[in-house]
């Protein structure tokens, strides 16, 4: 028969015997364990259970080089927070072009005459990071009256420092803006 | 349970001895062979061990969650093996000569679904067998297959048609 409910009728009773049969293979699990087999497999369990699981043998070496890798990196993210800008002076010194820079420590002597807390011992004794980021943070945290002043003294073209000299190195005219004489 | 929580080698002893057989039994149903089905079960008893201490009683019994466990170590075993067909695997029944094992009708018919069922996916295979065999509900189902109840509804659908397909020969036999 096509159509109609007796093809519905034959579906459900092929739906019928798939679950009987699934259900009698499903239900039928008689498995012969041997004496004893029971007991071995508990024991080789225990056994397995207090070695050092396999997955975490494998990944060990993985982790001490990785973890190594993670301390030099932030080792150097850490020790180098950013350098002073520094430049030669005419007498080959080397020195901070702003004047303060790198002397954070003066600050710290400065806060009784603005009137703000002074950190206590502990902070003193704190690592003071030696960076141009590092002062700049110290002297916002502490007020504008700590901040040292700009240098706002304009280099001389008659003298003129390293600064200026790669300046005008680097940003050279292009060909067809040179001057034709 | 809770001594097997604590460490107890004896409590432990004496669990796997009630439950290893069914165990056994759920894991052959799932993975088709016997020294397969014996090693997914020494993991789920290993994970048993480890994990006693997580074991709620209020929530399952012991019998569902180590099914839970055996389930999933199953699936795990599956996935990491490669698709090869065992030399015991041989109740593929496309022979016309019935083995020793297949000599009543009973055993063949056994064996005729069971070789269908190894055909399907591992995790309809576990659903099937878990519904059928276990008479365990959508949720219970679903919670040892780690997915949603709706999820297992469609599992067994696409299982039971699959099923229906290849088993038409049989059905026919049966009818006849």
Redesign the interface.
């Given at each position: 028969m096509i159509g109609g409910k007796g093809e519905t009728g034959r579906a459900a009773n092929d739906q019928d015997m798939i679950d009987v049969l699934l259900r009698e293979w499903a239900s039928n699990r008689d498995v012969a364990v041997p004496p004893g087999a029971a007991l071995a497999a508990a024991d080789a369990a225990l056994a397995e259970a207090r070695i050092t699981p396999a997955s975490q043998r494998r990944w060990f070496p993985a982790a001490v080089f990785g973890g190594s890798v993670a301390a030099a990196l932030a080792g150097v993210l850490v020790l180098t927070p950013g350098t002073v800008p520094e430049s030669a002076s005419p007498s080959g010194e080397v020195v901070a072009l702003s004047p303060g820079i790198g002397e954070p420590q003066q600050f710290a002597s400065a806060l009784p005459e603005t009137g703000l807390v002074a950190p206590s011992a502990g902070e003193a004794a704190m690592p003071v990071a030696s960076g141009n980021s590092g002062t700049q943070l110290a002297a916002s945290d502490f007020g504008p009256a700590t901040a040292p002043p700009l240098d706002e003294t304009f280099p001389s073209f008659d003298a003129p420092p390293d600064d200026l000299l790669m300046t005008s190195h680097v940003f050279t005219t292009r060909p067809d803006e040179e001057l034709i004489y | 349970m809770s001594d097997v929580a604590a460490g107890d080698?004896e409590a432990?002893?004496a669990l796997?001895?009630v439950l290893?057989?069914?165990a056994?039994?759920?894991a052959?149903?799932v993975l088709g062979n016997r020294a397969e089905a014996?090693d997914a079960?020494?993991t789920a008893?290993?994970k048993?061990?480890?994990t006693a201490a997580r074991f709620d009683p209020e929530k399952a019994k012991v019998e569902t969650w180590f099914r839970r466990i055996v389930i999933n170590a199953c699936i795990d075993r599956k996935r990491a093996l490669k698709p090869v067909d065992p030399i015991d695997e041989a109740y593929d029944l496309e022979s016309e000569a019935p083995g020793p094992e297949a000599e009543t009708a009973g055993m063949m018919?056994?064996a005729r679904?069971?070789a269908a069922?190894m055909e399907l996916p591992t995790r309809q295979r576990a659903a099937?067998?878990l519904?059928?065999?276990?008479g365990a509900t959508m949720n219970e189902i679903a919670e040892a297959l780690e997915t949603t109840p709706k999820a297992v509804e469609g599992l067994l659908a696409r299982a039971?048609a699959d099923?229906?397909k290849r088993?038409e020969p049989?059905?026919e036999e049966?009818e006849a």
């Open positions: - | 080698d432990f002893r796997t001895q290893y057989a069914p056994l039994g759920t052959m149903k014996e079960v020494q008893l290993v048993l061990w480890r018919r056994d679904i069971g069922v099937i067998t519904f059928y065999g276990d039971r099923l229906a088993l049989l059905k049966l």
